[in-house]
Nanobody
């Protein structure tokens, strides 16, 4: 059974940094995708970053390019999201997501298929 546990959310002032961590237990496929999404109540969910477990291209949303960076540790099954120069518009609930499994890195990068597993989310609040 796959379980995703996020940690590291919190409140920070604009310009500050936070690091989110996603621990994925039971998710070991080399052809799997790990992602971070975020959602604000009343708005559509936004895919922030996606990374293929065995390497390849990493997807970053345009809104976070140059500010957010992922760090992947396949041995520990973690996907960390370092968020720098945070802006009030980054305020959201952030979710770790795993899957799909068995597809190419292009499918992971493009976001063509929905993730299979979701974490409970961690809140990030950025004040101006």
């Amino acid at each position: 059974q796959v379980r995703l546990a996020e940690s590291g959310g919190g409140s920070v002032q604009a310009g500050g940094s936070l690091r989110l961590s996603c621990a994925a237990s039971g998710y070991t496929s080399s052809s799997g995708c790990l992602s971070w999404f975020r959602q604000v109540p009343g708005k559509e969910r936004e895919r922030v970053v996606s990374a293929y477990r065995s390497g390849g291209r990493t997807y970053y949303a345009d809104s976070v390019k140059g500010r957010f960076t992922i760090s992947r540790d396949n041995a520990k099954n973690t996907l960390d999201l370092q968020m720098n120069n945070l802006k009030p518009e980054d305020t959201a609930m952030y979710y770790c997501a795993a899957g799909p499994v068995g597809y190419s890195d292009y499918v992971c990068w493009s976001g063509q298929k929905e993730p299979t597993y979701w974490g409970q989310g961690t809140q990030v609040t950025v004040s101006s």
